[in-house]
């Protein structure tokens, strides 16, 4: 991993604690702008994570920046609604497809840091053998790629678990390091409310506590 942090140009940590989905959705939609109304958590997770990322390195994101995400998979919560509907209820919600497929989160963690570059979603978990296999896609990609936005992001699946995500903006030569941290709940680090992601944060040294 050593090798990849000489790489490392940002790192931003976005916690969403107890914030329910409105909130989240209000939240993106008056810092960036983007239309909210129908994004799944996970992808509110991720774009939320991507803003704090573009506002750390402030114009530094490239618009042709790649994107990686890695994360267990879709929304979990909007993938059992879905079901719901259809199984039970012989309802299909078209928009509720939509916004479950497995590439909308990047899509709209792109759209977070303005770029129209390539996007890439990894299955991955928080086993460190696997969340390290999208650690080593980006860093052989830097080879073709200049700049690459990396996130792990995580939809919690009950109700007392943390969710949030991490974002790394990695770059072949970075001139400097810039960190950001956000916790909305301004709670403390025991184990049992830590970041699903909390050993990629441990091993990057970046607390999820603002100083």
Avoid at 60 to 83: E, G
Avoid at 129 to 141: D, F, G, I, T, Y
């Amino acid at each position: 991993m050593d090798s990849l942090k000489k790489h490392l140009a940002a790192v931003a940590v976005f916690n969403a604690g107890s914030l329910d989905n409105k909130t989240l959705k209000h939240t993106l939609q008056s810092e960036s702008g983007i239309a909210s109304r129908r994004l799944s958590r996970l992808s509110l997770i991720a774009a939320l994570g991507a803003w704090r990322l573009r506002e750390c390195v402030a114009d530094r994101i490239r618009p042709d920046c790649a994107v990686y995400l890695a994360t267990p998979f879709a929304s979990s919560a909007l993938f059992q609604k879905m079901s719901d509907n259809v199984l039970n209820h012989h309802a299909a919600m078209p928009f509720d497809f939509i916004a479950n497929l497995h590439n909308a989160p990047v899509f709209h963690a792109a759209q977070a840091l303005g770029s129209h570059g390539a996007t890439v979603v990894c299955a991955a978990d928080r086993r460190r053998e696997s969340w390290q296999k999208a650690w080593r896609l980006a860093e052989n990609a830097l080879v073709s790629e200049p700049q690459i936005a990396l996130g792990f992001c995580y939809e919690r699946t009950q109700e007392n678990e943390a969710d949030g995500s991490v974002w790394l903006l990695l770059e072949r030569n970075p001139a400097e390091q810039h960190m950001f941290s956000d916790n909305p709940d301004k709670a403390g680090r025991p184990s049992e409310n830590a970041h699903y992601w909390q050993d990629l944060i441990d091993c990057l040294s970046v607390s999820t506590i603002p100083d």
